[in-house]
T-cell receptor, first 113, second 121 residues
Framework: ETGVTQTPRHLVMGMTNKKSLKCEQH?????MYWYKQSAKKPLELMFV???????ENNSVPSRFSPECPNSSHLFLHLHTLQPEDSALYLC????????????FGPGTRLTVL | AQKITQTQPGMFVQEKEAVTLDCTYD???????LFWYKQPSSGEMIFLIY??????QNATEGRYSLNFQKARKSANLVISASQLGDSAMYFC??????????????????FGQGTILTVHP
């Protein structure tokens, strides 16, 4: 595997379900990010991690819970979501979190029923 | 005011011709970066090209070049010799230095609304 991978690629869940999105980067980077892309809206930054430490939570509701166990893996735990949370969730990584180019994964398309 | 503005919701170009996608930005940070990404219908955001605010020359990467006009705060993407596979959504993004609540700085990417490019055979 190369680059940034995300699983699952598609997810359908009910509002009472709990699910997790997984991201893995194979680039040796130190920083990882979660973004949300809703229809007709620009990409929105959700979370920033640097060396497993959360650097930024961009006012994200607590029903989204990130986890970064090591610099290669990033999770987004989901619980009691709303239909308006349906979106494409993109993970990205960069060598370091201040100045480097971010490389994105293919995304998880989430539908909340 | 919007930080990144892409005024062209959609653009059409004939195969093998060149096309320019517009992007203007707004920042008070003297050190910033400008990026272009391509997003095919599959969803993946593919990095194309980068221009730093202190770079004297316009960035080029193969068929992609960035027309950086700092005084006008514009960073247009030029795609030469368009190919059918270039049909996709294109996003301009700007990286600024942001400080979190704890005083730690990080580079935050802000994206424009995107331009859908369609290449006709």
């Amino acid at each position: 595997e190369t680059g940034v991978t995300q699983t699952p690629r598609h997810l359908v869940m009910g509002m009472t379900n709990k699910k997790s999105l997984k991201c893995e980067q194979h680039l040796g980077h130190n920083a990882m990010y979660w973004y949300k892309q809703s229809a007709k809206k620009p990409l929105e930054l959700m979370f920033v991690y640097s060396l497993e430490e959360r650097v930024e939570n961009n006012s994200v509701p607590s029903r989204f819970s990130p986890e970064c166990p090591n610099s290669s893996h990033l999770f987004l735990h989901l619980h009691t979501l709303q239909p308006e949370d349906s979106a494409l969730y993109l993970c990205a990584s960069s060598q370091e979190f201040e100045t480097d180019t971010q490389y994105f994964g293919p995304g998880t398309r989430l539908t909340v029923l | 005011a919007q930080k990144i503005t892409q005024t062209q919701p959609g653009m059409f170009v004939q195969e093998k011709e060149a096309v320019t996608l517009d992007c203007t930005y707004d920042t008070s940070d003297p050190s910033y970066g400008l990026f272009w990404y391509k997003q095919p219908s599959s969803g993946e955001m593919i990095f194309l090209i980068y221009q730093g605010s202190y770079d004297q020359q316009n960035a080029t990467e193969g068929r992609y070049s960035l027309n950086f006009q700092k005084a006008r705060k514009s960073a247009n993407l030029v795609i030469s010799a368009s190919q059918l596979g270039d049909s996709a959504m294109y996003f301009c993004a700007m990286r600024e230095r942001i400080f979190n609540a704890g005083g730690t700085s990080y580079g935050k990417l802000t994206f424009g609304q995107g331009t859908i490019l369609t290449v006709h055979p």
